[in-house]
């Protein structure tokens, strides 16, 4: 089965960079995974994201070569509104994503542009509203919610076209950890129940420790680590120049250094040291 | 527009639609435009203020009104003390020391200014009593291009962004120890503004391409405002109502067939003293914004 | 002491807002230590921090630093005694070259033109932007603008230095950079390293660190000040409250993530907090398999 995002070869080079942005970059993604997309300030992380959905090059110039596919389409030569109906996007700041009076036409929005006939476009927006836990806020604008709540409105928005692809560029960046956990959580069970791909680009590796289980690990615009998350971290761990573990897997790497697989939330920590859980984690 | 923000007393004219607002609210504003009948201007008025009681909106109507008093005081003060026509001649009402003021003066003076606030009560029950979503759906509904709504809903979402904004770039410059009124201190503050609005708006353009905003496909509408025969008609009354209203105005209700009773000298320097107050009240407003620290 | 602040029952209320924003918060922090500010998004943190600088009066209690009542002083003045870096750095760059950015400020304080040069070279030289001085500041990279930032109010050397969300953005490497600044900063001897000693003598800085990123927060902080609805859950050593599980469970906070592990492991939370040192990875050894 072809997967649902194969990139081969992927070489990113803004105009007058001095280094590529991106560097020969391959990976493939299947339906239904949650990738960590993870790697030092500058590694590349927002270029990747930006190229599968064809940002780059075609609003944001820059030179690529390599092959880009997400759900068979090229990014580069697609139709705007042909690729907006597969993949989507969320970003760190919410004043560049959001732009309509109230909330409800703020999901009603991307439905709008795909051309999504008006009943069920009322349908889809309730559910939405309910399964974002948004709907006491139906008729409020968007510039009246906190940080979080607008956060969660961007993903209901993305998820809402039902994508087959979610994008998730540094989404709690600028939210304190409860927001982050509710964003990324709605996130990652709605992609779930859809059975959407999604890839979560972030430094926040504690946070990210409970929703990812497979790393793409970038330095310097390459690949330096693809792997199940456990052993992505151990990669890590045994490379102290590429970026910094999670702190729970930092602390594993030193408990067992050489370990080929970190634990990097309490849970699995508690297990991989063989030790009863003691209070409730995550 | 603040009706979002008001008591959801669900009243009539908040429900009216749209549309057929507009179209009434050109009628009252075209009639008010060319009308120097006072009793006429004064009907228009009363009919606003009793509708804006009957919707709830009767105060912040009166408080949008206080904008407006330094400009009706200036109007005034100008026609009391040079009347910008005189005909044939002009009769004298009073004299204050040097100044001399002329009843026709004073008679022009105080229509234009019940002018301008007839206007100004028609045009803000309409904003008033309605939301803006609805309004941009409407217009919309009658054809009017969706990119345009969509600049339109946009900019109103950038005033109390860049209010916002602009509020954190004062408090950083006076943390710097510069001065954080007046013009200067305002300019300066503007490009930080600007330039996060300017990136700002590149990241939201980007951001609405990518969810599917300006391809070839046709749109769809989500908000639809019910346009029902009832609603069409009221609108085309009102459109007639605006051109009766306009043409009644510029014939029946103009300056040469408003007669005037002879004013008193009293009454032309009560005038005189409220717009010199009134004019000197807004100066003393504004140097004080602008001599704050 | 000028660097010392003292939060005596400060309150304030947002214009129109149906609750205070900071109720009755009673705080200090001397020259030489460093604060942090926590709490739930919403608990007033950055009410607080906005108190602290002068850009807003509390409507009830006073602000003291270096003993002197801010409702005293006009805004402009308090610019010398207390220095705010926001969370988003283009909202303080304000000139068109990192070089005028950091004369800004001295500039203001009347400093004379070799003594504003001074001060640029030295805190260009600490905050490692010498190679960059003749940049526009917003061409540059995130975390390069935020040191602008910091330098520029840095330059001004204030005793107090408020910093509100330094860690927006930023990643593991970065955070540890700011860490290391800061405790520099604290001590009193980083920016102040000039030749021209025509400023006073090196001083210690009383430094005020608003976040909601608690493993940041110990790793600097030597006090935490708990916010909830705006007035104070606890206040107290950072090191003990960020092992206090149930303390900041009451304010809605999560432990640092190796507070908790060890919480689970049943170790000794403290040695948690301040990261992964010997101490703890030979608790967690001693603990392993056994069950």
Known sequence: MTPLVAVDGLTVRYPGGASPALDDVSFTAGAGEVVGVVGATGAGRSTLLRALLGIVPRLVPADVTGSVRVAGLDPRTTGVADLARVAAIVLDDPETQLSQLTVEEELAFGLENLGTQPADMRHRVAQMLDAAGLAAFVSRNPQELSGGEQQRLAVACALVVRPRLLLLDEPVANLDPRSGHAVLELATALARDAGATVLIATNDVDLLASYASRLLVLGGGRVLADDDAGRAWASVAAHPGWMAPPAIAGLAARVDPGAPWLPSTVAEATRWLGVERGAADR | ?293 | ?291
Request: glycine letters at 8%; hydrophobic letters at 55%; a positive charge.
């Open chain 3, 1 to 291: 002491m000028t660097a010392r602040v003292e939060l005596r029952g400060v309150s304030y209320t947002y214009p129109g807002a149906p609750r205070p924003a900071v109720a009755a918060v009673s705080a200090s922090v001397d020259a030489g230590e460093v604060l942090a500010v926590v709490g739930e998004s919403g608990s007033g943190k950055s009410t607080l921090a906005r108190l602290i600088a002068g850009l807003l009066r509390p409507d009830a209690g006073s602000v003291r630093l270096g003993g002197t009542d801010l409702r005293g002083l006009r805004p402009r003045d308090v610019a010398g005694r207390a220095g705010i870096v926001f969370q988003h750095p283009n909202h303080q760059l304000l000139t068109s070259s990192v070089r005028d950015e950091l004369a800004l400020g001295p500039r203001n304080l009347g400093l004379d033109a070799d003594a504003v040069a001074a001060r640029v070279a030295g805190t260009a030289r600490a905050f490692r932007l010498a190679g960059v001085l003749d940049e526009h500041p917003y061409r540059l990279a995130l975390p390069v603008r935020r040191r602008v930032a910091v330098a520029a109010i840095v330059a001004m050397r204030p005793p107090v230095l408020v910093l509100d969300e330094p860690t927006a953005g930023l990643d593991a490497a970065e955070i540890a950079d700011l860490v290391a600044w800061i405790r520099v900063a604290s001590g009193g001897t980083g920016p102040d390293a000039d030749p021209s000693a025509s400023a006073a003598a090196p001083m210690p800085l009383s430094v005020i660190v608003v976040t909601h990123d608690l493993r940041f927060a110990g790793s600097i902080a030597d006090r935490l000040l708990v916010l909830r609805g705006g007035s104070v859950a606890a206040h107290g050593s950072a090191s003990a409250l960020l092992a206090d599980v149930d303390a900041l469970a009451a304010a809605g906070l999560e432990p640092p993530p190796l507070v908790r592990l060890a919480e689970a492991l049943r170790i000794d939370p403290a040695l948690g907090v301040a990261g992964t040192g010997d101490a703890i990875v030979d608790a967690v050894r001693a603990r392993r398999g056994s069950g």
């Open chain 2, 1 to 293: 527009m603040t009706a979002a923000a008001l008591p959801a007393r669900s009243s009539w004219l908040r429900r009216l639609n749209p549309i057929t607002k507009l179209a009434w609210m050109i009628a009252g504003v075209a009639t008010a435009l060319v009308t120097y009948d006072p009793t006429v201007l004064a009907a228009i008025s009363v009919l606003v203020l009793v509708l804006a009681a009957s919707a709830g909106v009767a105060s912040p109507l009166a408080r949008a009104m206080l904008a407006f008093a330094p400009l009706a005081a200036s109007i005034l003060l100008v026609q009391v003390l040079a009347p910008a026509f005189c005909r044939p001649s002009c009769s004298v009402a009073a004299t204050v020391g040097p100044l001399t003021l002329y009843a026709e003066g004073v008679a022009h003076g105080l229509v234009l200014v019940a002018r301008l606030l007839t206007i100004e009560l028609v045009a803000f029950l309409a904003i008033l009593t309605t939301r803006a979503p609805d309004v941009l759906a409407s217009l919309t509904r009658l054809g009017v291009p969706s990119s345009v709504a969509f600049a339109a809903a946009m900019t109103l979402q950038l005033v109390p962004l860049l209010r916002r904004e602009l509020r954190i770039v004062l408090d950083a410059q006076r943390a710097r120890g510069l001065r954080t009124a007046g013009p200067t201190a305002l300019v300066r503050a503007l490009v930080p503004v600007i330039v996060a609005s300017v990136e700002r708006a590149q990241q939201l353009s980007i951001s609405i391409d990518a969810r599917g905003f300006g391809s070839s496909r046709p749109r769809t509408s989500y908000r639809a405002v019910p346009l029902t025969r009832g609603d069409v008609l009221g609108a085309a009354l009102g459109l007639v109502a605006a051109v009766v209203g306009f043409v009644l105005g510029l014939t029946r209700w103009g300056p040469d067939t408003v007669t005037w009773p002879a004013l008193p000298a009293w009454v032309a320097i009560a005038v005189l003293a409220v717009s010199v107050a009134g004019f000197a009240w807004a100066i003393v407003r504004a140097l004080a914004f602008a001599a704050r620290a």
